[in-house]
C-alpha cells in the first residue's frame, strides 16, 4: 500500500472518531428528550409507580442524562452495547447481531444480482442506443421499478407458491428455494437506476478519443466493449455500489414481515414503537460507521483502480 493511501486512510478514521462521537451525543439525548417512556410501554396497564421506579434505576433511567451517557460510552468502550428493555434480560448484541446477519446476507445477495442485471441492461442498451432494443429495454426495467413492493410481493406469493407451488411462503433459511422470492423483491426494483446511469455512463465514453482510436485499430468490438469501453464507463459506478453497501445490512421492513424473515428491518421498527433506547442507539451508531468505512473504501477503490487519483496531501 502506497504511503500517501496510507496515511490518507488513517487520517480518514482519525476524523471518523469526533463524528461517531457527534452522532452518538446528538441520538442518546433525542431518544432521552423525546415523547416515550420505555418503561410505561413495558408495564403497560400493570403499570405502578414504586415497580418503574424498580425498573428504571436498573436501566439507569433515574440517573441525570449526561451522566448516562458517560455510563453508555463507558460500557460501549467494553462492547457493551447495552440490554434491551423489550426483550429483558437479553443485552443488545444477542438481539441484533444475529438478525443484521440475515439482514446482510439477503441484502448482498440482492445488491450483487441488482448491480449485475443493471449493469448488463445498462451497458447493452448504450450498445443498441439508435434502436428500438435501447428504449426498450430501459422502459421495461422502469416498469419493473414502478410496481409497489407491497404489490408485488403479494402477487409473486400467489402466483409461485400458491398457483405454480414451486416455493413455499414461509421462511426456512438460505439453503431453501423459499429464498428465491424475497432476493426477486429486494433485487429487481433497484435494477433500473442502475441501468440508467450505466446507459449514459457508457455512452458518454463512447464518444472519447481513445474508442475512436481503439475501433481504428481494427480491435475486435468485444476487446474495445470491454477493455476500453466498458472498463471506464463502470468506474462512476463504485460511488453508487460503495453507498449502497451500508443499507444492505439495514433490511427491509415489508419484504421481512410478508415473508417471515427475522432480519433487523422488522427488530429496528419495533424498536422505534416501543422505544427501545439502546437498540435505537446500537443500530444508529453501527450505519454510522457502515455510512464512514464505506465512504472510505470508495476513495480507496477510486485510487487503486484509477492510478490518476491521488490520496493524500494533494488532496488535502
Known amino acids: 500500500m502506497a504511503p500517501g493511501l496510507a496515511g490518507y486512510i488513517v487520517r480518514?478514521?482519525?476524523?471518523?472518531?469526533?463524528?461517531?462521537?457527534?452522532?452518538?451525543v446528538i441520538v442518546f439525548y433525542m431518544l432521552r428528550l423525546a415523547p416515550g417512556d420505555p418503561v410505561d410501554t413495558l408495564l403497560g396497564q400493570r403499570y405502578q409507580e414504586e415497580e418503574a421506579a424498580l425498573i428504571r434505576k436498573k436501566y439507569g433511567y433515574d440517573r441525570p442524562i449526561h451522566v448516562q451517557y458517560v455510563k453508555y460510552m463507558q460500557n460501549l468502550l467494553r462492547g457493551d452495547l447495552g440490554i434491551s428493555t423489550r426483550h429483558q434480560n437479553f443485552t443488545v448484541s444477542e438481539i441484533i447481531l444475529p438478525k443484521i446477519w440475515v439482514s446482510a446476507r439477503l441484502g448482498f445477495i440482492a445488491l450483487v444480482i441488482s448491480f449485475f442485471l443493471g449493469i448488463a441492461a445498462g451497458i447493452y442498451a448504450a450498445l443498441a442506443r439508435g434502436t428500438f432494443l435501447d428504449p426498450l429495454t430501459i422502459s421495461f426495467w422502469l416498469a419493473i421499478d414502478a410496481v409497489p413492493i407491497f404489490v408485488a410481493i403479494p402477487f409473486l406469493q400467489w402466483l409461485f407458491a400458491i398457483k405454480l407451488d414451486l416455493v413455499g411462503l414461509g421462511w426456512q433459511g438460505f439453503t431453501s428455494a423459499n429464498i428465491i422470492l424475497p432476493i426477486l423483491v429486494l433485487s429487481l426494483p433497484g435494477t433500473a437506476g442502475i441501468a440508467r446511469f450505466v446507459r449514459a455512463s457508457v455512452i458518454s465514453v463512447m464518444k472519447e478519443d481513445y474508442v475512436r482510436t481503439a475501433r481504428a485499430?481494427?480491435?475486435?468490438?468485444?476487446?474495445?466493449?470491454?477493455?476500453?469501453?466498458?472498463?471506464?464507463a463502470l468506474l462512476p459506478l463504485i460511488t453508487i455500489i460503495g453507498l449502497s453497501l451500508p443499507g444492505v445490512a439495514g433490511g427491509s421492513l415489508i419484504v421481512e414481515q410478508l415473508f417471515g424473515i427475522p432480519g433487523i428491518g422488522a427488530e429496528s421498527f419495533e424498536a422505534v414503537l416501543a422505544p427501545d433506547f439502546d437498540v435505537i442507539l446500537a443500530l444508529v451508531l453501527f450505519g454510522s460507521v457502515l455510512f464512514v468505512l464505506a465512504n472510505i473504501l470508495i476513495d480507496i477503490l477510486y485510487a487503486v483502480i484509477d492510478p490518476r487519483i491521488r490520496l493524500g496531501s494533494q488532496r488535502g
Do not use: T
Open 12 to 24: 480518514r478514521l482519525l476524523w471518523a472518531i469526533p463524528v461517531l462521537f457527534a452522532i452518538s
Open 217 to 232: 485499430k481494427g480491435l475486435p468490438e468485444r476487446i474495445v466493449v470491454i477493455r476500453h469501453i466498458a472498463r471506464n
